[in-house]
C-alpha cells in the first residue's frame, strides 16, 4: 500500500511541476525577472551618467546650487520647491537620456497606431 501512496505522490508532484513549468513560460516569468534584473542595472548606469556627468554641467550653468533648498512657507506649511524643481529636473533629464539610449540601442522607428 505505501508503495502505491508514494507512486501517486510522486506523480502528483510531477503534474504540479510540469502544471508550473507552463506558468512559467505562458507567463514569460523568467523573461520578466531578467528584464527587471537589467532594469535595476540600467537604473544605476543612468543615475551615475546624469548625476556625474550631466548634472556637473548643469551646475556650471546655474551656479551655486542653493537654488536646491528653497522653500515656500504658506503660513505653519513648509513646501520644499527647491528639492521638487532639482527632482524634476533630474527625472527629465533621466528619461530623456532613457529615450536616447532606446533610440540608438533599438534602432526602431515611431510605432505608428493601427
Given at each position: 500500500m505505501a508503495k502505491i501512496e508514494k507512486k501517486k505522490l510522486k506523480n502528483e508532484a510531477q503534474l504540479f511541476l510540469n502544471e508550473f513549468m507552463e506558468f512559467l513560460q505562458e507567463y514569460k516569468v523568467v523573461g520578466l525577472?531578467?528584464?527587471?534584473?537589467?532594469?535595476?542595472?540600467?537604473?544605476?548606469?543612468?543615475?551615475?551618467?546624469?548625476?556625474?556627468?550631466?548634472m556637473p554641467i548643469i551646475a556650471?550653468?546655474?551656479?551655486?546650487?542653493?537654488?536646491?533648498?528653497?522653500?515656500?512657507?504658506?503660513?505653519?506649511v513648509v513646501f520644499g520647491i527647491g528639492a521638487f524643481l532639482a527632482e524634476l529636473i533630474n527625472f527629465a533629464i533621466i528619461a530623456l537620456v532613457v529615450f536616447l539610449i532606446a533610440k540608438?540601442?533599438?534602432?526602431?522607428?515611431?510605432?505608428?497606431?493601427?
Open positions: 525577472a531578467i528584464a527587471f534584473i537589467m532594469g535595476m542595472a540600467a537604473t544605476a548606469l543612468i543615475k551615475s551618467l546624469v548625476d556625474n556627468i550631466i556650471v550653468l546655474i551656479p551655486g546650487g542653493v537654488w536646491k533648498t528653497a522653500t515656500l512657507a504658506l503660513g505653519p540608438v540601442i533599438l534602432k526602431e522607428q515611431k510605432v505608428t497606431k493601427k
